[in-house]
């Protein structure tokens, strides 16, 4: 008897599977350190039963209010992530994930975004602390300053602007040539921003 009712279980959770071919995460967090990084062990809907889907794509989302948080995303469908963030430290290793869009939201403290290899676009709003953006090496970033209140921008080492009240559109060297390209629109409060050589 047993046997029938998992096969029936498991077909069902397969045809529930097929309704979506996307997934769209929301991530929000109180206060504490929060990591997120690729993870073959997790469900595409963080274990979401019957996520919300709409036009091919299940939403689905999870909120913890302090502490340590570690979230494992899948890399088994495209993933668009929001990740909401009131204080402490946040590190994005997002390399390896089939990342289609990410908007990241942060009250105060440390960011670190790790990109993958993919063309996409982001978004960034961050009202202090310091912001870190890693990206691989066929892969070009381009940076839109929508606001910048006060603060230091650094690219591949080198000190562009310094001040406050900076607006503009700055690239990675290689941006042109690369195979990947991503967009980061930066609404930005105070501190130092620093985009990485590609690869590094």
Not at 72 to 81: D, E, Q, R
Not at 158 to 164: D, K, N, P, Q, S
């Amino acid at each position: 008897m047993r046997a029938p009712v998992l096969l029936s279980f498991f077909l069902t959770g397969l045809a529930a599977a097929q309704t979506y071919r996307a997934v769209d995460v929301t991530l929000t967090f109180g206060s504490g350190i929060f990591t997120a990084a690729l993870s073959n062990a997790v469900s595409a809907t963080l274990g979401s039963q019957k996520p919300t889907v709409k036009n091919g794509v299940a939403y689905v989302g999870a909120r913890q209010t302090s502490g340590a948080w570690d979230v494992g995303l899948s890399p088994k469908l495209p993933l668009a992530l929001n990740v909401t963030q009131e204080s402490g430290s946040q590190d994005l290793n997002l390399r390896g994930l089939p990342l289609t869009r990410l908007n990241v939201k942060m009250g105060s403290g440390p960011v670190d975004i790790q990109l993958p290899g993919a063309s996409l676009t982001a978004q960034v709003r961050q009202e202090s602390g310091s912001l870190d953006l890693h990206v691989p090496q066929n892969t070009g970033l381009k940076l839109v300053v929508n606001r910048f209140q006060s603060g230091a921008l650094t690219m591949e080492r080198r000190t562009l602007a310094v001040g406050e009240s900076l607006s503009g559109t700055y690239q990675t060297s290689n941006y042109a040539t690369a195979k990947h390209k991503v967009t980061v629109n930066l609404i930005w409060g105070s501190g130092p921003v620093q985009v990485h050589t590609p690869g590094q």
